[in-house]
């Protein structure tokens, strides 16, 4: 949308192209047991996001040895099948234990996919010369994610809850940074990498509740806190 040309004299570097294609469909089923005196009700959903993702990257990089900006092009093309299931069961009295399990996937910025590298030489230090870049080859971040949770209602203003947490990781994208020749001059550039599976875990405790027994419009106010 910018009128103006591209300046003739414009750094190769500084030109990239990103495009993306997505295509999506999803199936989703509810579910729902009847409650018995010797067992609470138990109801959900589980459903299947097929998700193909096409992507092209095409601009500029430099070459580490001579600092020559050379053609890239990168297209790549990839499927994902994620899963997920959310339960809840009724133990008692406004007392419901939830538990959910699913299979996500997020994409790389397109900053970060981008071929683009500034250098910020220092004239004072050389060996103080600075980088950064995108990774065009940067792959998408996938996990496992498995939550549990156990919620009491207190009443209709007033919930407690205790979650617990686990996601397995593949492909976390981490900054790394390296010497690099540029113009026959040395650079220590950061680009992003994928880097080796990781978990992340924890738990959540929280409250959340409304002060309906406060007179007149503080009958409005309440109080949601959480820790994790």
């Known amino acids: 949308g910018v009128p103006s040309p591209i300046p003739a004299a414009a750094s190769p570097l500084s030109l990239w192209n990103i495009h993306e294609d997505t295509q999506a469909a999803y199936l989703m089923a509810r579910f729902k047991t009847t409650a018995t005196p010797l ?14 993702t096409q ?8 070459v580490p040895a001579t600092g020559a900006p050379t053609p890239i092009n990168v297209d790549s093309a990839y499927t994902d099948y994620l899963p997920s299931v959310n339960l809840r069961y009724r133990l008692g009295a ?3 234990v939830r538990a959910a399990a699913s299979k996500t996937l997020t994409r790389p910025n397109f900053d970060q996919l981008s071929p683009s590298l500034t250098l910020l030489p220092n004239s004072i230090n050389p060996s103080l010369n600075q980088g950064s870049a995108g990774n065009p080859e940067l792959k998408p971040v996938r996990a496992n994610n498995l939550d549990l949770a ?6 209709k203003n007033t919930a407690l809850y205790l979650t617990g ?3 397995k990781v593949d492909d976390f994208v ?9 113009g026959g001059v040395s650079y ?6 994928n880097s080796a599976a990781a978990d992340i875990k924890g738990f959540e405790a929280g409250y959340q509740q409304f002060y309906d027994f406060l007179p007149g419009w503080l009958s409005g106010l309440g109080m949601q806190a959480n820790y994790t």
């Open 39 to 52: 067992k609470g009700a138990l109801d959900g959903n589980l459903g299947l996001r097929i998700v193909q």
């Open 55 to 62: 992507e092209r990257v095409a601009g500029s990089q430099s």
């Open 150 to 155: 156990v919620e009491k209602y207190i009443d």
């Open 165 to 167: 947490f686990l996601k």
């Open 174 to 182: 981490t900054t790394v940074s390296q010497p690099e020749v540029v």
């Open 94 to 96: 406004e007392l419901f």
């Open 188 to 193: 220590q550039v950061s680009r992003p990498h």
